[in-house]
């Protein structure tokens, strides 16, 4: 019997963010608000980057958004023009900030 108080507080599911680039107008918003996660490359395109801080290229790549950045990260997706930052969790794929969330 008992309880397992470890299963408190346990926070909240892990997020992770993709860019669109096939959308991405370059305009740099996402990588002034977040410059941990989000970079212009040389093409002018925004990729995400890893926690070590690579430019993750390859379509559709995802990294995770670290808590203390989750809301640069969101305000990105909201005044992203291209709307094209997709955040999801990562458990299921599921959209919780973007154009594709509900
Ligand atoms: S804010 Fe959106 S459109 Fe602008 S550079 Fe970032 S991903 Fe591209």
Redesign the pocket.
Known sequence: MGHDARTVGEGQDPLEVW?DQD?????????QYAPEV?E?DIDG??YVKSGDDELLQAPGATTPVPLPLLRDVVD?AK????D??HVRRVSDKVEVYGPDAE
Do not use: N
């Open positions: 860019i959308l991405c107008t370059g305009d740099g918003i996402c990588a989000f212009l395109l925004a990105s005044e992203c023009p291209g094209c930052i």
